[in-house]
């Protein structure tokens, strides 16, 4: 009973490198979530998607790419890391649209751009 | 503009005692309020929740008050405990959007 699970845990970029975060859920939800979360800022949704083939942008999108080409799998793509997103990311899946239905998240992603 | 506001940034209690974080938000077609948990090195886990047509909700030794007319709504944790120490987000839904928009959140820790 995995949940949600993101891999790497921890991971170190110099800027203008790139990488790509995996989440994965074995619930069978519809949607999913990659979140930041900074000291003092919360969590900011950067992208979502609504179901297979999907994605949307969140409140902080720019710099970030994603794909969900499959039901199970989000993933977060950065095309030339900036120390600006150093943070930790998380991912996140819910049954249906928010009201009602509890998100779960994963672990998350600790991210340091030097 | 911050949809939800959250305070206190962080709060320190003593054992037994009670813990009282707060949100206030702008938007009326929000219909739901949950609280998430998140112990470190751990992503959050909803905690306790409720819809704008009801008052209060109590789940143990936590509570949610809201106040539809002032447009806020607290947590309450009543006979608060050292494994309580984590950080505390509200967050709001509706209005047509898609996930859930957060608080800032809340540093509480717990003093034995």
């Known amino acids: 009973n995995a949940g949600v699970t993101q891999t790497p845990k921890f991971r170190v970029l110099k800027t203008g490198q790139s990488m790509t975060l995996l989440c994965a859920q074995d619930m069978n939800h519809e949607y999913m979530y990659w979140y930041r979360q900074d000291p003092g800022m919360g969590l900011r949704l950067i992208h979502y998607s609504v179901g297979e083939g999907t994605t949307a942008k969140g409140e902080v999108p720019d710099g970030y790419n994603v794909s969900r080409l499959k039901k199970q799998n989000f993933l977060l793509g950065l095309e030339s890391a900036a120390p600006s997103q150093t943070s930790v990311y998380f991912c996140?899946?819910?049954?249906?649209?928010?009201?009602?239905?509890?998100?779960?998240f994963g672990n998350g992603t600790r991210l340091t751009v030097t | 503009q911050q949809q939800v506001k959250q305070s206190p940034q962080s709060l320190i209690v003593q054992k037994g005692g009670i813990s009282i974080i707060n949100c206030a938000y702008e938007?009326?077609?929000?219909?739901?309020f949950p609280w998430y948990q998140q112990f470190p090195g751990k992503g959050p886990a909803l905690l306790i929740a409720i819809r704008p047509d009801v008052s209060e909700k109590k789940e143990g030794r936590f509570t949610i008050s809201f106040n539809k007319s002032a447009k806020q709504f607290s947590l309450h944790i009543m006979d608060s405990q050292p494994g309580d120490s984590a950080t505390y987000f509200c967050a709001v839904s509706g209005g047509g959007a898609d996930g859930l928009t957060f608080g800032k959140g809340t540093h509480l820790i717990i003093q034995p």
């Open positions: 996140a899946s819910s049954y249906s649209r928010g009201r009602g239905s509890p998100l779960h």
């Open positions: 938007n009326t077609a929000f219909d739901y």
